[in-house]
């Protein structure tokens, strides 16, 4: 399949380098209002730079919207409007009601799904595998401050992530309640799945950079780490003793055999896949907008 990029930002620059890697993809055409940033991005992955949106939407058979957020349904409405498979970048827009209108436009079989990279990363992937009953989870995710996020909170930028993974991956369609606080640029939030707390944590002013994920149950703690995707588990068998008046508990370690990818190779082929078999792309509009619906809530929490 053909492919298209709409936007040639940091994440639309990815997007079009990747797709110049599948072999899935025949040609990958790039188009932005700034026709110098399309054409570099061009001149570094062989992709086609289009002069308009509607001279991509005619050529490409899928299409990446990569636009600031505040574009993303004006951009998606028109990519939709013009019987093109979207993938749009997270969020899928930026408010609720946005969502809901844009996904009234989807007709039936067109693949049209939300960018949701975590989603694909071989962490996630191992660790919905292995866990069982957890009794506690907890997600750190923190940055130290970048001039290329603007426009957004700490919520919708970085925190979005982990409760796409939560809500969607962990406790699908469980019902829950919500605290938040924080500011723009920190902000944790605890949900509670029944007698499951969940806590989330982002920030923007972070000195270190950290992608966690760290889920306790009754027998063992799995941890994972999203940048080095490495997932470990530590059992706790009943081996306590005291040494130089010291407690000690003995633990096995097991790392689990992990193969690390880059998740935007996997999103991006899986993409294109779903689009070419008419099939959904697993990180559905309407995840996409329940996802949007929980940063809302969590906002709402941090202006309190």
Not at 157 to 167: K, V
Not at 225 to 237: C, G, I, L, N, R
């Given at each position: ?92 827009c930026l408010t609720s009601r946005e969502c809901e ?25 191992e660790a919905a595998r292995v866990v069982r009953d ?154 996409g907008l329940s996802n949007v619906r929980v940063c ?9």
């Amino acid at each position: 399949m053909d492919a298209g990029v709409i936007g040639t930002g940091t994440m639309g620059r990815n997007h079009v380098r990747v797709y110049t890697e599948l072999k899935e993809v025949g040609t990958t055409y790039v188009y932005d209002l700034n026709t110098k940033a399309a054409e570099e991005v061009a001149a570094a992955t062989g992709a086609e730079v289009c002069r308009s949106m509607e001279e991509l939407l005619a050529k490409a058979e899928c299409v990446s919207v990569c636009v600031p957020t505040q574009y993303h349904f004006g951009t998606a409405e028109r990519v939709i409007a013009a019987g093109v498979h979207a993938l749009i970048e997270k969020p899928i827009c930026l408010t609720s009601r946005e969502c809901e209108q844009l996904i009234g436009q989807i007709p039936d079989g067109l693949t049209v799904g939300v960018g949701h990279i975590e989603r694909f990363n071989p962490v996630v992937t191992e660790a919905a595998r292995v866990v069982r009953d957890p009794l506690y989870v907890a997600f750190h995710r923190h940055n130290p401050a970048s001039a290329r996020v603007s426009g957004s909170s700490v919520v919708e930028d970085l925190m979005i992530h982990d409760i796409d993974i939560a809500f969607n991956v962990l406790f699908p369609e469980r019902e829950y309640t919500l605290t938040a606080s924080g500011t723009g640029d920190v902000a944790a939030a605890l949900a509670a799945f029944g007698r499951t707390p969940v806590y989330l944590s982002a920030s923007r002013k972070s000195s270190k950079k950290i992608r966690s994920i760290y889920i306790e149950e009754g027998e063992r703690t799995i941890e994972g780490d999203f940048m080095t995707q490495e997932v470990y588990v530590y059992w706790k068998p009943e081996t306590y003793g005291q040494e130089n008046g010291l407690y000690r508990q003995e633990n096995i370690i097991e790392k689990l055999l992990v193969n690390k990818v880059e998740p935007l190779k996997i999103e991006l082929s899986t993409f294109v896949r779903a689009a070419r078999d008419g099939k959904p792309f697993p990180v559905t509009p309407k995840q996409g907008l329940s996802n949007v619906r929980v940063c809302e809530a969590i906002s709402r929490s941090l202006a309190a």
